[in-house]
């Protein structure tokens, strides 16, 4: 079973940039597409970008296409996302996850291994 944990949220001004990190331990993710999420109280989990397990397929929310890039480092059992031109709707918890299978694309359902989280905190 993989263990994911994220790193890298903090609390920044709007037009700035964060870089998460999720870390893959006790499996290789190598072979695994992954996912990025995003939840604020009260509302239910948004799909943000997944990338395919080889880093040659992207897929974003329109809402951050442009602004977010997922990439991976499979050497390094790795998966991050680069926020640039934050905005304060982006404020949330960002979770990463391992999807179940190669054609999971954006629904929580279909991916596993969630994280605890990482807060990222957008003020205007």
């Known amino acids: 079973q993989v263990q994911l944990s994220e790193s890298g949220g903090g609390l920044v001004q709007a037009g700035d940039s964060l870089r998460l990190s999720c870390a893959a331990s006790?499996?290789?993710?190598?072979?695994?597409?992954m996912g990025w999420f995003r939840q604020t109280p009260g509302k239910e989990r948004e799909f943000v970008a997944r990338?395919?397990?080889?880093?040659?397929?992207?897929y974003y929310a329109d809402s951050v296409k442009g602004r977010f890039t997922i990439s991976r480092v499979n050497a390094k059992n790795t998966v991050y996302l680069q926020m640039n031109s934050l905005k304060p709707e982006d404020t949330a918890v960002y979770y990463c996850?391992?999807?179940?299978?190669?054609?999971?694309?954006?629904?929580?359902?279909?991916?596993?291994?969630w994280g605890q989280g990482t807060q990222v905190t957008v003020s205007s």
């Open positions: 996850a391992a999807a179940l299978v190669e054609t999971s694309v954006r629904d929580p359902a279909d991916f596993r291994s």
């Open positions: 006790g499996r290789t993710i190598s072979r695994t597409a």
């Open positions: 990338i395919s397990w080889t880093g040659g397929s992207t």
